[in-house]
């Protein structure tokens, strides 16, 4: 029996114990912020090894968290101090590859180790015993004949592989009556099962599609790569459509051949890949195991649970997909790896994509960027040849890239309160008399970003930001898009009362469907926004009717921009190309160029061609230059120089400190004060504290602090070094981003 906790308090049970069982000092890290590691006291037949699941005794309570090292140093703490550990989960201890990630990602993004552990560690219940559940297999005599409905099961059936009864009709199609009356006859035999039902393995012996030879080329190169088992970071750049995903299929189905072989996807946005997905169950008959936040505790637990012990082949998920304890990483594919969706912006400010590489490096094992659009930072790596870069120049099949084109802005002037200009009607009524479908994209959800009195000026403001409020008109509200403040759309105005003289200004999405609307009365339109789409199921009913011509025109924000293959859509008029062309972000206009060739890669991808108008006030912006004349290397090198000079990522460092606190002029001494302590080196230099471009968040003032430093700095030491100086004074937050990608 081990010591139990509630006698640890006892100074005579504890002198026993300590007789009785020979101590020993380990080291125990539990997912809280906190730094460092605690000592415990390890029973000896207790057996422990790093990367074991324990429970602890904490302030009281027990908790739960992982051995993190079986000699912890002699310290301050004397022994008798010590509390033993309680008991030890029956799980498999978390591979060697995620406790090095974790330790990489805390020292990189400088969190606390406890933080980063707390992302591997988020499954509900995953210490209880798995319940023991009935699932039922395929009888092993069956009769000759049956229904059609019941032969479907059959034909479903893998070997005899107990299943759920949801599984069977999931997988067989056919209703929950068809299952229940195959379990009452037996042709269906119940079978009792300890855990969580397993995932159906990947078919990898299905038929696959023929690829052309440049596709083949790309499929081969990974493949030889991936079964040297050493690391190494390959970039799969293709124009939009050029089967970028057909070809990482491939690279899966080899993967897989090989025993027990685990492939991680990171995809930007995992919510919204229902495409994908389908496409995957077409070629490899399963669901790959997926992996994002809003997935239920249950399903949470049950992809835990079949990636520790080693069973989940393929996973699918967004960033947080990284911390899976995966037992034999042999493949990591990042998909649209240009996306800065992901990068995680709180807490833990990591990186997906980069950490991606660290996670293969650490795994010995091949990754994949794919993109029609790759970062600046992905081109530099693969010039260098630091990276293997593959391309693809062609769209599959009879498709071919559509045609760009600006509408000059200053020439073709808009009516009053109108975004569509006359050649863009003029494409859209033609297209709508072909048949065939448009897409319209704006980037901004709402009916107008800013309302203003146009009778006193005054501009409705967030209390709790400085940010204006988003007007809704579907749900007749002032929005704030950075804390989720709202208020009803009022009548008069706040400040001078006046009746009726509100003015939304600017259009958002709503307001263009609104004005579609009116110049096309006869056509069937969708708007695509987070407002409009807000779970998957909506998502996947919207993109059927798409698919099924259900829809002629469709209005979206970036979230249309996401990979999505429509036969019948061939126009795509960009309602604003100025939008976010510059900034106070160095990525600005590389982020502009990526969004548009992106949203212009949704046209023409099958047999009818597409063609693109990007409305615009500044047509010769290199940009649009880059996309009109598909030659993007000028734009491209034109960026780097530029980042070069500025000594910007990824010829050189940058660090942001967001100092916040609900007392502005605390905050501000305490940046004064920092400011003093400040690193004096030559080759780092403190620009700040300035408030930064959202002064005042959520109630909070905010001051920015941004280091930049040469290669060859050790930015993290650098900015440890400088924060240890001072203590974090009661009401402010200091948070520290690490090659930042959001500069508001
Ligand atoms: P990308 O990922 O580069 O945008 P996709 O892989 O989505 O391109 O391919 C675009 C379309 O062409 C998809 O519908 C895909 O199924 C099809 N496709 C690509 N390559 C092939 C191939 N070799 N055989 C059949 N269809 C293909
Ligand atoms: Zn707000």
């Known amino acids: ?90 799980l498999p201890p978390v591979p060697d590859t995620l406790i090095q990630f974790v330790k990489w990602v805390a020292q990189y993004t400088l969190s606390p180790l406890g933080s980063v552990l707390k992302m591997a560690l988020s499954v509900p219940r995953k210490f209880d015993k798995p319940k023991k559940k009935i699932f039922y297999r395929l009888s092993e005599d069956l009769p000759d004949k049956m229904t059609p409905a019941r032969q479907k099961i059959v034909d479903a059936a893998i070997e005899d592989m107990p299943l759920a009864v949801k599984t069977w009709k999931e997988i067989a199609g056919v209703s929950d009556g068809v299952v229940r009356g ?57 124009v939009t459509g050029s089967g970028k995903t057909e070809v990482y299929f491939e690279a899966i189905a080899e993967c897989l051949k090989e025993e027990s072989a685990q492939v991680l996807v990171l995809v930007p946005e995992i919510s919204l890949t229902t495409q994908w997905l389908d496409r995957f169950k077409e070629r490899f008959a399963s669901e ?24 989940a082949r393929v996973i699918v998920g967004a960033r947080s997909a990284l911390f899976l304890p995966l037992q034999k990483l042999k493949l990591v594919i990042v998909d649209e790896e240009h996306s800065t969706t992901f990068k995680q912006d709180e807490g833990v400010m990591y990186h997906g994509r980069d950490m991606a590489v660290v996670r293969a490096m650490q795994s010995d094992c091949t990754i994949v960027l794919a993109s029609a659009t790759p970062s600046l930072e992905t081109m530099i790596n693969a010039q260098n040849e630091k990276y293997d870069w593959l391309y693809l120049g062609e769209r599959h099949g ?91 759309l009022p009548e008069q105005c706040p400040n001078c009362e006046a009746l009726d003289s509100l003015i939304p200004c600017g259009p958002g999405v709503e307001r263009v469907a ?68 510059s ?28 063609r693109v108008l990007f409305q615009t006030y500044q047509p010769d912006h290199p940009v649009l230059k880059a996309l009109v004349s598909g030659d993007k290397d000028l734009f491209l090198e034109a960026e780097a120089e530029a980042r070069e000079n500025q000594k910007l990522p990824p010829y050189g ?24 302590k400040s690193p004096q080196y030559d080759n780092v230099t403190i620009l700040g504290p300035v408030p930064a471009p959202l002064s005042y968040l959520r109630g909070n003032y905010r001051y920015r602090f941004l280091i930049k430093a040469d290669i060859e700095v050790n930015l993290q030491k650098t900015v440890r070094d400088w924060l240890s ?20």
């Open 288 to 311: 790959p195991v997926i992996w994002h936040s809003e997935m239920t505790p249950a399903q949470r637990r049950r992809a835990w649970w079949a990636t520790i012990r080693g069973e």
């Open 398 to 488: 009879p498709a071919e890239l559509p045609a760009m084109s600006t509408v000059d802005l200053r020439h073709y002037k808009l009516r009053t309160g109108s975004t569509i200009s006359g050649p863009l009607y003029d494409a859209l009524k033609e297209n709508l008399e072909n048949g065939e479908q448009s897409l319209l994209y704006l980037n901004r959800r709402g009916y107008a970003p800013l309302t203003l009195c146009g009778s006193c000026g005054h501009r409705i403001e967030c209390p709790h930001c400085s940010a204006w409020l988003v007007e809704h008109q579907k749900f007749k509200k002032l929005e704030c898009h950075h804390c989720g403040f709202n208020r009803r």
């Open 182 to 238: 195959m379990i009452k006859v037996e042709m269906l035999v119940p079978v009792e099962v300890s855990g969580e039902e397993t995932f159906i393995n990947p078919d990898i012996e299905l038929e696959r599609a023929l690829l052309s030879e440049e596709q083949k080329q790309a499929a081969e190169h990974i493949i030889t790569q991936q079964r040297t088992n050493s690391f190494r970071t390959i970039l799969l750049e293709g």
């Open 653 to 676: 460092k940058l660090a942001s400190i967001i100092l916040s606190g609900a007392d502005r002029s605390k905050v501000l001494s305490f940046s004064k004060e920092l400011l003093k």
């Open 514 to 581: 609104e004005e579609i609307e009116l110049l096309f009365p006869e056509a069937r339109l969708a708007i695509m926004s987070s407002d409009e789409i807000s779970s998957p199921p909506a998502l996947k009913k919207m993109v059927e009717k798409i698919e099924n011509h259900e829809v002629d025109f469709i209005i979206g924000t970036q979230i249309i921009t996401k990979g999505y293959h429509f036969p019948m859509l061939t126009l795509v008029g960009v309602i604003d190309a100025d939008l976010g062309m």
């Open 583 to 610: 900034g106070a972000d160095p990525r600005a206009a590389e982020r502009a160029w990526q969004q548009l060739e992106q949203v212009a890669g949704r046209a023409g991808r099958e047999k009818h061609a597409g």
């Open 1 to 90: 029996m081990y010591p139990r906790n509630n006698k640890q308090n006892d100074p005579f049970e504890k002198q026993l114990m300590s007789e009785l069982f020979p101590t020993r000092r380990i080291q125990v890290l539990l997912p809280l912020p906190l730094s460092g590691v605690l000592d415990y006291l390890m029973p000896e037949e207790m057996m422990l090894e790093i990367g074991d699941f324990v429970t602890v005794p904490l302030s009281g309570r027990e908790m739960q968290g992982v051995v993190w090292s079986l000699n912890a140093p002699e310290n301050d703490i004397p022994i008798e101090k010590l509390k033993y550990v309680v008991r030890k989960a029956e």
């Open 725 to 744: 100086q001072m203590k974090t004074g009661r009401g402010i937050r200091v948070q520290i981003d690490i090659d930042p990608y959001s500069f508001y």
